[in-house]
Structures are given as structure tokens and as C-alpha cells.
């Protein structure tokens, strides 16, 4: 089977499940995360090199106040939880997003879980924590001017040396899940050729089959790169 080298995943369904199930949406948010752990587990077993989470994003601080802060909170437990098994398992983790205006436990979390693993070699892990595709571009070009660049030429490749994580490779593949079909602001720059692939399925309910399926979906595209 041919594997993504890089696959993302836009994590949607979370408070729909919990719905359907008659819990608070805080559950379908625990429920997810766990998912998120899943995921990651199976994707040890193949040749992707690089996945990519979306969970939370620059709009999604018009939620209530009640929820982001149940979010922010989930998101330092799910670092301290993970910080030492994923050490083990030789995965890199990466934050990507906006630092601002992230509450200081969380960005402590994801700066101890970057170091913790920083020399690990095995799949890499971005968590998109406060990201969003044009905030990344705009924060791009702008450290780009506050280095001292002259504001033209900017070529794709500077642009790219200055994106959160400039070592990451392109997306060869989105999934996301819930039905939806749009990318909602995520990795514009670097989904500029990535197969999409979209799920009925709630995050909650992704199984290994479902995972089984993507890969065989991706296997079967023509990817042309526009010639």
C-alpha cells in the first residue's frame, strides 16, 4: 500500500457525537482527544512520516467562554498525559499556531512535550493549537519584515522558510471527518496539492477500517501536480 508521507486531519464532530449521545459536549471533547491517541498509535504502524491535528483554531475563540476554557484546560492534560509514552515512542512534537493569546499553562506544556522530544526521529506530530491558514501566512510575511527583508522579492521559498514550522513537509492528504467538505483555514500554504478526503463519520467514531479506507482512497488518486 502507498502511504502519505504527510496526512492531516481537521478533528470535527466532537460536540455532534457527544449530542447524539445525550452528553455534554465537554465528553465528545474528552471522547475526541482520545481519538487523537488512536490515530497516532496506528499511524505508527506505517510508513506516514508526518500527521497534522487540527484542534483548535483562531475562530474558534468565539465558543463559549465555559467551552474554551474546558478546551484549553483538555489541552494541557492531553500534553501531560502524552509527554512521556510519546518520548518513548520516538515521535517529535510540534506546535503550530498563534502564541497569543494562548494562556501560559498551555504554551508551558507545549514547550515542555517540543523539548521532551525534539531529538526524537520517528513521526512527527503537529498539533495545531490557535492556528489558522491566513493568520500563518500573514505572521510569515511579517517575520520576514521584522528581519530586515526588503518587501519585494518574497519568493514561495522564503515565505516558506517562515511558516511555524518551516520543516514540514507539504500535505499529501486532509481527512476530515463529520461530512463537512471545506478546509476551514487549514494549512492553505501547505495543502496546495493534498488529495482531500472527506468522512460521515463523527472524529469520535474513526476506526483503524476508517483509516484503512483513506489510505486505499489515496492509493487510488492520480496525483498530477497540475501537469
Avoid: C
Avoid at 498525559?81 to 510540534?94: D, F, M, Q, T
Avoid at 501566512?137 to 528581519?147: C, E, T, Y
Amino acid at each position: 500500500m502507498v502511504f502519505p508521507n504527510h496526512i492531516a486531519f481537521i478533528v470535527d464532530g466532537n460536540r455532534r457525537w457527544a449530542k447524539s449521545k445525550g452528553l455534554p459536549p465537554f465528553e465528545g471533547h474528552r471522547v475526541g482527544f482520545n481519538r487523537v491517541l488512536d490515530v497516532t498509535d496506528f499511524l505508527l504502524k506505517t510508513d506516514v512520516r508526518q500527521v497534522t491535528y487540527y484542534l483548535f483554531s483562531t475562530e474558534n475563540w468565539k465558543r463559549t467562554a465555559e467551552e474554551v476554557s474546558y478546551l484549553m484546560n483538555l489541552a494541557v492534560n492531553m500534553v501531560e498525559k502524552l509527554l512521556e509514552p510519546w518520548a518513548a515512542k520516538n515521535i517529535r512534537v510540534r506546535h503550530i499556531g498563534r502564541k497569543e493569546p494562548l494562556p501560559q499553562a498551555v504554551l508551558d506544556a507545549l514547550g515542555r512535550i517540543e523539548e521532551r522530544t525534539r531529538l526524537n526521529t520517528g513521526l512527527s506530530v503537529n498539533l495545531a493549537i490557535n492556528y489558522g491558514g491566513r493568520a500563518e501566512i500573514v505572521d510569515a510575511v511579517n517575520d520576514i519584515l521584522s528581519k530586515g527583508h526588503e518587501i519585494a522579492p518574497i519568493t514561495e521559498e522564503m515565505l516558506t522558510n517562515h511558516l511555524y514550522n518551516p520543516s514540514s513537509d507539504p500535505v499529501d492528504v486532509i481527512v476530515r471527518t463529520s461530512g463537512e467538505q471545506r478546509i476551514s483555514n487549514f494549512l492553505i500554504w501547505q495543502a496546495a496539492y493534498a488529495e482531500l478526503i472527506f468522512l460521515d463519520k463523527l472524529w469520535p467514531e474513526i476506526t483503524e477500517e476508517d483509516l484503512e479506507l483513506v489510505f486505499r482512497e489515496f492509493e487510488r488518486r492520480q496525483r498530477r501536480f497540475g501537469a
